[in-house]
């Protein structure tokens, strides 16, 4: 297989700096996957990319069971800057926080923090479950980064230590909120991040501390009524049409 | 309980006119979901629509293992316009399809098409069971009205009946089209339909088929690869934060 003849079966995110003619290692899990489960081959391309050096476009020169080596031949798509979004989200159900994970890679967030409330269930979280859930939707959609994952952390606790620049969108399921569509029109360049509570919504106190805080718009999401990871998403996708990375340049295909 | 001193725990649609004092009998299904399930008693109040009366809150007035009888007393939300907004949609995994549906109905599609392309594995459309999630979806998120399931079709059948007044948007994973909001942005007022593919997109003919429909419009969602669901989704909410009903007075708890 020749880098012209196809488009490589595999993309991949790795944390090494990526330059011409530099070997970079694989982790024991993508070994496996290459190896083991795609059979893939030494010689085979790999479309690599580290959030920093755009995508290079490698040749597996070394597989065994243990580890492989990829060299990096040419570059593909040189780094281009990404909106600055942050999405903050209450634990869901397992299944319902898997696809918010997923769906905040492929709509272009910049960090995804995990908020606790008062009406989240705490158990929820597996930091690293969610990592390679957000690295694994990053490959498949092809970002150039990995969003970055926070540290997750009381709901108080984040509001206390917000940088203040930063308008905090708050999808209200209480509805109140005005369009979001008005609110984005509305506000000065800057960067953007959104929250969006657990399937029980706030609870009154922390309604009201939200809405206290200079920084935070509370935004409506229409007449009915939207799960949290509906609300999630489709505020995400409303945001990039709008505000985001939506009206540049079409992507082209390597 | 009543009417007045909390939210009902439940909110059904029936098929019958809904009016005060004119009883109306759930299904079985339904019956065994409050009296087994939920453990209803004569006297619980519940929420009901029919897609053309609004909304009413109604007394369970006979429950038993084979049948109940519900009992209309007040409106609670006249009938509304909803948006005209069509999803025509390739089938997708059974969990993919799942969440499409679920989706299109939170997100106001008022009529889901399943359409069959030559990517689509045409063994995956259960039509009872997507009819049951679109009104189960529809019950949770308030909607006034179950939106309409059409019969699945061969996408070109589709296209050769269309009606020529309703606009198209393709959302083409192909990345070629303009931005969604700029194609919306343009639009004549008038009804609306998206159309996404399957998970390995449409074939070369089918794009040139769609592209050459004169009421199809390509739109792009976009720098990054989105999966077949996530773009219905994204689209969705972005024609109805744009376009559709998300800029309407603000919904009032009943």
Known sequence: MTDSASRPRFRLFVPAP??????????????HYLAAVMRAEPGEMVLLFNGADGEWLARIAALAKAGAALVPERRTRPQTPEPDLWLLAAPLKKDRTDLVVEKAAELGVSRLWPVFTRRTN????????????????????????????????????????????????????????PPLTQVLTGLPPGPLALLVGPEGGFDDGERRLITAQPFARAVGLGPRILRAETAAIAALAVVQAIRGDWGSTPRTPC
Chains 1, 2 share one sequence.
């Open 18 to 31: 990526l330059a011409a003619g530099v070997a970079v290692a694989l982790t024991r899990d993508q070994t």
């Open 122 to 177: 705490a158990g929820r979280v597996n930091i690293e479950r969610l990592r390679a859930h957000l690295t694994e939707a990053a490959e498949q959609c092809e970002r150039l980064t990995v969003p970055d994952l926070a540290e997750p952390a009381a709901l108080d606790k984040v509001l206390a230590g917000w940088p203040a620049e930063r308008v905090l969108l708050f999808l209200d399921e209480g509805g109140g909120g």
